[in-house]
């Protein structure tokens, strides 16, 4: 398993900020999308917001690639 972390810095736009929060909750998203990630090696992916800043840390499988 391999570890990554991301950070995103959103527009300082509370409107938008919520819309994105909207589309990717996870009433709202599409289950292939969830589907593609799985099968892409994504074990977890979990996202924190605060303030405006986003945190991404996901766990993937590794396969080779090269």
């Not at 409107?15 to 589309?23: D, F």
Request: charge should be negative; glycine fraction near 4%.
């Amino acid at each position: 398993m391999e570890r990554v972390c991301l950070t995103l810095d959103l527009k300082d736009n509370p409107e938008l900020i919520e819309k994105y929060k909207y589309y990717h909750s996870s009433e709202h998203h599409w289950s292939e999308i969830n589907d593609g990630i799985k099968a892409a090696g994504m074990q977890v992916m979990d996202f924190y917001l605060v303030d405006k800043r986003m945190f991404m840390i996901c766990e993937l499988k590794l396969t080779s690639f090269f």
